[in-house]
């Protein structure tokens, strides 16, 4: 008998017919003589329409108070799940976060989970009741409720796992898995059958949409096992789980893309001390999160430098550059919006050398030209002009044999 | 400066653009130095859309999780409240009935307040806050969610203002105040400035439909000044309050109706103890509720007993009558939906006398037939045929002269 946490998203439960066959979904596990506890979502559309509302009242709602108000579109999934779950026969009960205490800090929509009681929940276990909790949501030590942000019901269902001890977290999703690429771009995309956390991680911040980038840390640091599968097949997923032997076996995992950052150069700025944080300290208190930072060597005592910024932050961050750099003496400085950044991604790559350079090789084969470059242990990212983002991640792709069977090329 | 607790229910909150007028008000109070808690109901329409949700998975729904769904409603209130309040430049904060600790009873969706932690609400109003709070909605000893049943709002009111020593609790509704009747049936009818506890209950009870009777239990338990006034008008309304010597001058207050009775009689049943027991007995078992009890005088050792029941219960009622009657051998059983009760109240009864003939006399006059009598402290109660129910309120509310003009007889 195991303890199984499942967590649906919100087109899972996007209607009552669909709470009905999630409920169904539930009891099967329920069955097979697990103790199965359940996190959903807000159904989907639902949050939107909470926010739509807030907007017609005002320009920029309190933060504590939006948190009360989008916090009722899980309070309604749990309670409707519940019912359905009563009406087939089950024993069952929900909770709102602030019921099975999971405590957050202060930060209203983007709160991180401090602790959570496990006790009331167990008990429920015991009785045999399936537990039905509302994900996304949280309260801090005072009783204000709080939310985790987008993407935060991954999180929650992780952190209820963990303080659980559970054996398995299912991630419900409406993919069937985590692929070696997106599967829209390149068609021979295969799905993992294993992935580390580490490797997740990176796919998950780089661009794949598959697991909120949280809810893999909280995994990484407690853990525990998620099984990314699909909500409308009985396949079996993707496992997301501590790195292994067999794993550093493949040198590449995955191929991921990003193309929503924008490329920002400061020209010949007087290589001093102290350079790097009048640049980046503005930046950083304007709240834009800087990813790659590159810097060439200096001649003459001046240095060129290069970061990605989030293309939304784009114009925001050009002015305070402009700005920074004329402070500096730089000779100017020069924007590119239009770029992505394609990474290849494995923990084999820490025993298996020369990784970097076939993707170099790969890309020049090609006539793709590389505008950055970021290496990590488990990495290697480029940064390209964003019309060759398809062509880049299917050369690299093919280069590595994700694929699960041969893709003749005219299809590119 | 005086504590204020005021009650906007569903109609005054059914539209974001009504929230905003709504939070203009509570600031106006808040002005005149003020310290002000609101209390809202869910948005007109709100409910109802959730309670058709639980409808579609399942015919009836656990009653926990009924409430945990439905408790949302005014849990989306408070925050848009809040955030309206906000952004008109006050400080507002907003709780739901967990977070200020509404303790009630467990029986779910008809949930009783038995406590409530008013320390927290003190501290936010002496710091200046305006405190927004959830009605309708409890937690039961164990955190479970309830809710008060409909119109539990102005229980919800009532009750905080009790808990808080508030100086009144202004209950905003769509019409002025409390009138001598109802105003669609009786053109002249008066809004009156005051009216004592026992006579709104009555008001209330008997079909009045301005506040739940729960409501003004708990204000005459804890002598909470109620202030019924219009949500569209800077009108004063009605004041519900202890009842004083000003009161007991006037013999009559008001004439209430109430269309939704039916009338049960049990023909020459045996008089003999224990009837009543066997009578009752399965009809209370069955939920419902009897109003009125006549029994005659008895003759030759038999008696007709004649009672009324909601008229929803009526057919219920007629089967376990009949099967009672067959049991206790009784001639037969008569049943009656069309009738109506009227009232006419006051406190000045007491020490008026004579109240009951001067009905008796206007309803011979106009050839209405009293099917059943029915007076206590405070009230006189007669049923009549429905089709004389509007007749029979004019008649009285001019034989009491409570109009506030003279109505020419052809109006009627």
């Known amino acids: 008998m195991a303890l199984v946490v499942q967590k649906f998203g919100g087109t899972s439960v996007g209607s009552t017919e669909k709470i009905k066959n999630v409920a169904r979904r ?27 509302m807030a907007g017609e009242i005002a320009e920029s709602p309190s933060e504590r108070e939006y948190d009360v108000l989008v916090s009722t579109g899980e309070q309604v999934t749990i309670a409707l799940l519940a019912i359905a779950l009563h009406d087939m026969g089950q024993s069952a009960v929900s909770y709102t976060a602030s019921q099975v205490k999971i405590t957050t800090d202060s930060a209203h929509s983007k709160a991180r989970i401090k602790s959570i009681d496990s006790e009331k929940i167990h008990k429920d276990l015991s009785e045999g009741r399936i537990v039905v909790v509302a994900g996304f949501q949280g309260a801090d030590e005072d009783g204000n409720l709080t ?27 409406d993919v069937e898995g985590v692929y070696t690429t997106d599967p829209t771009i390149c068609e021979n995309a295969r799905k993992l059958d294993r992935i580390a956390y580490d490797e997740m991680l990176e796919m998950a911040s780089l661009g794949a949409k598959v697991l909120q980038t949280r809810s893999v840390e909280f995994a990484k640091k407690y853990n ?55 640049l980046f300290g503005p930046i950083s208190d304007a709240n834009i999160n800087v990813d790659m930072i590159i810097q060439n060597v200096s001649e003459d005592g001046h240095t060129d430098m290069t970061f990605t910024v989030p293309k939304g932050d784009f114009k925001k961050a050009m002015s305070l550059v402009e700005k920074a750099g004329e402070e500096l003496g730089a000779k100017g400085v020069a924007g590119d919006p239009n770029i992505s950044k394609v ?12 990784i970097a350079s076939s993707v170099f090789d790969a890309f020049s084969k090609e006539g793709i030209n590389i505008l950055m470059i970021s290496t990590s242990e488990i990495k290697v990212s480029c940064v390209v002009k964003s019309k060759y983002t398809e062509l880049a991640v299917r050369v690299l792709h093919d280069t590595f044999k994700l694929g699960d069977r041969e893709v003749k090329e005219e299809t590119w």
């Open 343 to 354: 990474s290849v991604i494995g923990v084999g790559m820490r025993s298996h050398a020369g």
């Open 147 to 173: 939310t985790l942000g987008r993407g935060g019901s991954d999180t929650s269902a992780v952190a209820i796992a963990a303080a659980l001890k559970a054996d398995v977290c299912d991630i419900y999703t």
């Open 26 to 52: 539930v009891i099967s596990e329920k069955e097979k003589g697990n103790d199965v506890v359940v996190v959903v979502s807000a159904m989907s559309g639902e949050t939107n329409k909470l926010v739509a």
């Open 224 to 278: 525990v096992p998620i099984h990314v599968r699909s909500t409308f097949s009985e396949n079996t997923g993707t496992m997301v789980t501590r790195e292994d032997k067999s794993m550093e076996e493949v040198a590449v995992s995955g191929i991921a893309y990003n193309k929503d950052e924008a490329k920002i150069t400061i020209i010949r700025v007087p290589d001093t001390p102290g350079i790097a944080a009048k």
